[in-house]
């Protein structure tokens, strides 16, 4: 499992198996996180989180299309570099363990898109 070295909600976010690109595995991710909600919840989360792109993304196919939508945000966009293996450490065993208890338990779409940071850059 790929665990950035980041905030712990942050690293609960973007843990990712291992074996895949990391932008791949973002992807997939978000796609399940997208069909776990359900149309409904997604669609509102999409217009809460992403209002500015809203009726691009929502126009498109659910979720492939909503995932590259979504993914191509500027704030999801710079969530998911934060956590890229080029860019970050690994995190230690610790923080590991306790990202993947937290993603596992709590991560769900509206978790997973506050993560991104506002027009204000990363908190």
Do not use: C
């Not at 991710?29 to 989360?45: D, Q, S, Y």
């Not at 299309?65 to 500027?74: F, K, R, V």
């Amino acid at each position: 499992m790929w665990v950035p070295h980041l905030s712990l909600s942050r690293a609960a976010a973007l843990a990712v198996p291992l074996g895949q690109p990391y932008h791949q595995a973002i992807r997939d991710k978000l796609v399940r996180l997208l069909e776990r909600a359900g149309k409904r919840r997604a669609r509102a989360a999409v217009q809460a989180y992403l209002e500015r792109e809203e009726h691009e993304i929502l126009a498109t196919d659910f979720p492939d299309g909503w995932a590259d939508q979504i993914l191509s945000n500027d704030g999801v966009s710079m969530l998911v570099m934060s956590g890229a293996a080029e860019t970050v450490e690994p995190a230690d065993a610790e923080l590991a363990k306790e990202a993947l208890d937290e993603d596992r338990d709590e991560i769900d779409l509206e978790t997973f898109l506050s993560m991104a940071p506002s027009d204000r850059g990363l908190d």
